[in-house]
C-alpha cells in the first residue's frame, strides 16, 4: 500500500488542521493507520492509532484531548484533526500502516512520506 500525507500548514497556536492520509495500491482497512511526529532534532514519536474497524483510538498524552483520529474506509483515508494546537506539536507528520495494535514504529511496515506543520506563538 502507498500513504499520501496532506493537510499540513501553518497555523496559530490554539488553531486547528486535519491532516490526511490517502491510500493506495490495497484497501487501507487492512491495516491498523497510525500518525507519528518528528520535530527538529528529536526522535520521531507516536501520535495516535485506529484500528481496522474504526473502534478503537490510542493517543499520547501529549496529544490526548486535543487530537482525534478517524477513518474513513471506504474513501480509502485517514484523518487527524488537530485542535488547540501548541508550538510544541510543530513537527513533519507521518502516516503509517501495520498489522498490529501498537504505538511503536518497528510495528508500522507502511509510511507516508510526512507533512510539515508549524505552529506560531
Known amino acids: 500500500v502507498q500513504l499520501q500525507a496532506s493537510g499540513g500548514g501553518l497555523v496559530q497556536a490554539g488553531g486547528s488542521l486535519r491532516l490526511s492520509c490517502a491510500a493506495s495500491?490495497?484497501?487501507?482497512?487492512?491495516?491498523?493507520m497510525g500518525w507519528f511526529r518528528q520535530a527538529p532534532g528529536k526522535e520521531r514519536e507516536f501520535v495516535a492509532a485506529?484500528?481496522?474497524?474504526?473502534?478503537?483510538?490510542y493517543y499520547a498524552d501529549s496529544v490526548k484531548g486535543r487530537f482525534t483520529i478517524s477513518r474513513d474506509n471506504a474513501e480509502n483515508t485517514v484523518y487527524l484533526q488537530m485542535d488547540s494546537l501548541k508550538p510544541e506539536d510543530m513537527a513533519v507528520y507521518f502516516c503509517?500502516?501495520?498489522?498490529?495494535?501498537?504505538?511503536?514504529?518497528?510495528?508500522?511496515?507502511?509510511w507516508g512520506q510526512g507533512t510539515l506543520v508549524t505552529v506560531s506563538s
Open positions: 503509517a500502516g501495520g498489522a498490529a495494535w501498537s504505538r511503536l514504529e518497528r510495528e508500522y511496515a507502511y
Open positions: 495500491g490495497r484497501t487501507v482497512s487492512t491495516y491498523v
Open positions: 485506529i484500528s481496522r474497524s474504526g473502534a478503537s483510538t
